[in-house]
Nanobody
Framework: QVQLVESGGGLVQPGGSLRLSCAAS????????MGWYRQTPGNQRELVAR???????TYGDSVKGRFTISRDVATNTVTLQMNSLEPDDTAVYYC????????????WGQGTLVTVSS
């Protein structure tokens, strides 16, 4: 069984910064992608940032230039550095993992709340 453990959410003022981390553990093999999505009430989850096939990084349009994703392959950890946070960044942030090669398996974290408010 695969587990994704997230940390780092919280309350921050507009213009501030937060860092989210996600550590994957368990029977993980052939990682294809790992990254972050976010969701607000009544809306679908949207991509924030992810490492895809070939280590290609993709960012959501609304976070480009403000957020940076990094990873530690040895520990299966991804980190999201969020700068210049805006109220519209308020959401539950979910870590996501795609693995398993041709079997295509995926796992989601439990979510961590980020609130940007003065």
């Amino acid at each position: 069984q695969v587990q994704l453990v997230e940390s780092g959410g919280g309350l921050v003022q507009p213009g501030g910064s937060l860092r989210l981390s996600c550590a994957a553990s368990g029977r993980i093999f052939s990682i294809q992608a790992m990254g972050w999505y976010r969701q607000t009430p009544g809306n679908q989850r949207e991509l924030v940032a992810r490492f895809g096939s070939g280590s290609i990084i993709t960012y959501g349009d609304s976070v480009k230039g403000r957020f940076t994703i990094s990873r530690d392959v040895a520990t299966n950890t991804v980190t999201l550095q969020m700068n210049s946070l805006e109220p519209d960044d308020t959401a539950v942030y979910y870590c996501h993992l795609e693995y398993g090669g041709f079997r295509y398996l995926e796992a989601w974290g439990q979510g961590t709340l980020v609130t940007v408010s003065s």
